[in-house]
């Protein structure tokens, strides 16, 4: 072999091990540090869980990102409407690669919201958002459709007002005799209309009688109070939750009230069931909070969020808690029970 080729196969040789050796997962967009802020809205719906903010830094860290080393993340929860300006203009400052926010918060810097007279809304158009979970991110004008969003803004549609219905379903198969049952309504929803005749198409389906009662997104909390105490003087014997960041927020509250008035009930997120309440079904928020990682993670990586299309979720939770049917002294079919994903003893 002539002194030539050797050279040129020790050259070879030498390029794989040094194309070897560079590590494959460090993220093709990073230079330094990459900055991820995630906005909340304390006031609409309560503080982030430490499940919740678990969930979305596992998903990251599942994909080669880790706090500390190439990832910071910044975490900003607005506690009342005055706040708004303030905060996002704090956000902005420290120039995110990326913004990742609850339902509210999308409605608060998303730059084309269909009500521009949202107290503090701060349209942001320079930097990538990604809302980890929305109900008809389309009717609510955050993007253009599910498969094109256009502009900086996509996410994943939670479907949880589609499955008001079934929720309805499931008290009914938990109840089999149940004949009225009382709707929590939030009265100023932008999609209340929406959710109050699927639920009456529903309601008139399984033979039951509904009777509604809510409070406004800016009530005082006392209201809620009112309302289920009015479901109660209706003699319901169950009552349906209907989708409102602001009894998400009072979940702790609705669960001692429905124990208070002996009214089982069923809500959306699992942590409805963990705070007290009797059943909760919905997509879980953990599970899509992975999910938005995933977002997040092609974004730093170059992806533009007008070419990712909105996701539906993939992981759904239906949540009974055990200890309040025995509080209440009722009996959970066992047909229901086995639909469970979750038994909270």
Not at 93 to 108: K, L
Not at 121 to 142: E, N, Q
């Amino acid at each position: 072999m002539g002194a030539i080729v050797r050279r040129a196969i020790i050259s070879l040789g030498v390029a794989v091990a040094l194309f070897l050796a560079v590590p494959l997962a460090v993220p093709a967009t990073q230079v330094g540090v990459a900055r991820v802020a995630i906005l909340s809205d304390q006031f609409l719906m309560g503080p982030l869980t430490p499940s919740w903010l678990e969930a979305f830094r596992g998903g990251l860290n599942d994909l080669g990102w880790s706090e500390g080393r190439n990832l910071t993340i910044d975490i900003r929860e607005v506690e009342n409407p005055e706040q708004r300006p303030r905060i996002v203009a704090d956000l902005l400052h420290r120039n995110p690669s990326v913004i990742v926010t609850t339902p509210p918060g999308a409605r608060i810097i998303a730059p084309h919201v269909r009500d521009p007279k949202l107290p503090g809304w701060t349209p942001v158009t320079s930097i990538p958002i990604v809302f980890a979970w929305y109900s008809d991110p389309v009717g609510a004008g955050l993007v253009t459709s599910l498969a094109r969003p256009g502009g900086n803004v996509t996410g994943l549609a939670y479907l949880g007002i589609e499955l008001n219905a079934k929720r309805l379903e499931l008290l009914k198969e938990a109840f089999p005799t149940l004949k009225r049952v009382g709707v929590l309504v939030p009265v100023d929803h932008p999609l209340e209309k929406r959710m109050v005749a699927e639920v009456e198409a529903a309601a008139r389906t399984l033979k039951i009688e509904p009777r509604f009662a809510g409070a406004r997104l800016s009530d005082p909390s006392v209201k809620i109070d009112e309302a289920v105490e009015s479901l109660a003087r209706e003699r319901v014997e169950a009552i349906l939750g209907l989708q409102g960041p602001h009894y998400g927020r009072e979940r702790q509250r609705i669960a001692e009230l429905t124990l208070k008035h002996r009214l089982p009930g069923i809500f959306e997120i699992a942590e409805y069931a963990e705070a007290g309440c009797l059943m909760a079904y919905a997509p879980s928020i953990t599970g899509m909070l992975r999910q938005a990682a995933g977002y997040t993670d092609k974004i730093l990586r170059g992806a533009k969020p007008s070419e990712l299309p909105v996701e539906q979720p993939t992981r759904f939770e239906f949540v009974i808690n055990m200890r309040t049917a025995r509080t209440l002294g009722i009996a959970i079919p066992p047909s229901v029970l086995l639909r469970a994903d979750r038994v909270i003893q």
